[in-house]
């Protein structure tokens, strides 16, 4: 092993640590708030793996648009309901706390024990790839040309989504005193 | 490639997707549910950007984008219905949300 592949290991787990401990944190808090600021610092975790992943545009849009924007959208909306009067884990263990943890459970097992089987043979071998694999450049040259239908439609349904934000967030005003409806 | 296979890292994106998966069946907070989904969502991307590592093709990168947007798309919609609860004075919990047809 050279220096560099530890220094790669030791890096991958840090991530994992930190990817997976964020995670369950954002399903254990009680107060919403605080497993917001956890799954931000899922999200940061998983931009680490990103560029292990020589994915560098998407760690980059990833924290920004992601651990930037959105989150501070959610931010936002737990200011304004209120985190406080939260309530989170009812009474003991039913059957649907129950229920769940098993569904999870088992389809992580299935799932763990697929790649555990994919990873003797096909999954061994990855090809390389050359310095601008996962480059900005490159990434907009394929939107540009091989999924440009891809990214019309992606503008669609974010202009969509926004009208949607609007109208389910706008107040109602009085319909007598307005005129019209809305 | 150096360091872990994409094995470990496809391990780690199930694990992520499984964790928010047990979120949004577990906690009854629309605002957790969906932060849980965001979970699931991550854990899918890093599953896409590992296999496009693998087979050295930037369709995953581009398709992890894509879903980029429609996990930020999702979540306007989701705090759009979380604020509407809370201005009709809905308590915010999925379990009484069927005060929210009238």
Redesign the interface.
Known sequence: M?A??IL??I??FAA?AG??GS??A??A?RN?LF??LA?IG??IS?AV??L????E??AA??VL??AG??MV??LF??A???WD????W?GGPSW??L???V???A??TE??VV??L??TNE??H????SAD??SPA??GR??MS??LL?FEV?SI??L???I??????A?RRRRRSAGVTR | ????????????G??????????V?????P??M???L??ML?GA??VL??F?????S??G??F???V??????????G??????M??RKIE??ADLLSRLRK
Request: glycine content about 10%; hydrophobic content about 65%.
């Open positions: 050279s560099g592949n790669v290991w890096v991958w994992a990817c997976i995670a369950l954002v399903v808090f919403a497993a917001a799954l899922n999200l998983l793996f990103y292990l992943l020589s994915a545009f998407v849009a990833q648009i992601y924007a959105v959208m959610f909306v737990i304004y309901v209120g009067k939260d309530i989170a009812t649907q706390t229920g769940g943890v569904a999870a459970m389809l992580l799932l763990v790649i555990a994919g990873a999954l061994r990855s090809n390389h790839v694999f996962g490159s990434i394929l939107f091989n999924h891809a992606i349904v974010l969509v989504a926004a949607g934000g609007v109208i389910l967030g107040q | 490639m150096l360091g872990p296979g994409i094995a470990w890292y496809l391990a780690a199930s694990a992520v997707f499984t964790i928010g998966m047990a979120g069946m577990l906690r009854r907070n605002l957790i969906l932060l849980s965001e979970l991550n991307n890093l950007i590992a496009a590592r693998q087979h050295g930037l369709d990168q581009v992890a984008l894509a980029m947007a429609v996990a930020a798309a999702e979540v306007v919609v705090l759009g219905l979380v604020v509407a809370a201005r915010i919990d």
